[in-house]
């Protein structure tokens, strides 16, 4: 791809959005004022909602960065807006990425359902309500960078990439790579459940570091394997349910496809997943 910038003098623009999310990942920028300087100097930010009172859509934009996924009929109005007023689209975070942790009962539950497990009878109807998805479900993104949250170096890093007309540098390695490299103890070894195997490293491995096992917020590396992982937690005493629980928190769009084929569990498709009849 070519440069974002028409000539040396002007900044290009950018926008920073998000839909549904906690937050974080624009967190991440604004809390680290040496990376928000940084940013600050590469471009001008035409719209930042938790970050300025001073914000426009009405404008083209060089890039439009996006946080979080889309669930609601306002956030998708939003979406098309940002896609055709952008040259470059860029998801930002696991919730724009792949659905993030609000898509995990997407394979097992309608959106009736699950509306009405969380309101009852008393469903809102000021917005209308969407099932949690991820950007490409909807438009050309352009660029992911995954991560819950994603780092701030990493975005700024990402910034300075597409302005020069490069592609952001993204690992494909598993997170293995970088517990070993740290000299972490395996987490799965010591019967804890982690599918650090399955994600895509770039994180630096901090919550096994920390004791836990890896969620892979990052998403599957080129080359997952599901199948072994399966024999792998069945021999430390999990349980098909177990497992389907845990690896389903960052991937529920695409858990049935890629976890269930191993899993001896019958859960249903939802009624608003199955094939539409054609008359």
């Not at 623009?13 to 906690?22: A, K, P, R």
């Not at 470059?88 to 942790?101: D, K, M, S």
């Not at 950007?135 to 352009?142: A, R």
């Not at 992911?144 to 700024?156: A, H, I, M, T």
């Amino acid at each position: 791809m070519g440069k974002t910038t028409n000539n040396g003098s002007k900044k290009p623009t950018v926008g920073i959005m998000y839909f549904t999310s906690c937050g974080g990942c624009q967190c991440e920028i604004l809390t680290h004022a040496n990376l928000l300087k940084k940013l600050v100097d590469l471009v001008e930010i035409k719209y930042f909602p938790m970050g300025s009172s001073n914000n426009t859509l009405e404008t083209d934009f060089d890039i439009i960065f996006i946080e979080g996924s889309v669930s609601t009929d306002h956030d998708l109005e939003l979406l098309h807006i940002a896609r055709e007023r952008s040259k470059i689209l860029v998801a930002v975070g696991t919730c724009a990425c792949f659905g993030g942790v609000q898509s995990s009962k997407n394979a097992e539950s309608s959106l009736n359902e699950m509306l009405r497990y969380v309101y009852g009878d008393k469903i809102p109807t000021v917005v209308k309500a969407l099932k949690p998805k991820p950007l490409k479900d909807y438009v050309k993104v352009d660029y992911e960078l995954p991560g819950c949250p994603v780092s701030g170096k990493d975005f700024v890093l990402a910034v300075q990439y597409l302005l020069n007309g490069l592609d952001p540098f993204l690992p494909k390695m598993a997170v293995c790579y970088e517990c070993k490299q740290a000299q972490t103890p395996c987490r799965l070894q010591a019967s804890y459940m982690c599918v650090g195997s399955l994600s895509n490293a770039g994180c630096g491995a901090p919550c096994t570091f920390k004791g836990l096992g890896c969620y892979g917020c990052r998403g599957d590396h080129e080359d997952p394997n599901y199948k072994e992982l399966v024999k792998l937690f069945r021999q430390k005493g999990y349980s098909d349910r177990d497992i389907y629980n845990f690896v389903k928190v960052f991937r529920g769009n695409y858990v049935r496809e890629k976890l269930l084929p191993y899993l001896d569990l019958d859960i249903p498709l939802p009624e608003d997943e199955k094939p539409k009849e054609v008359n």
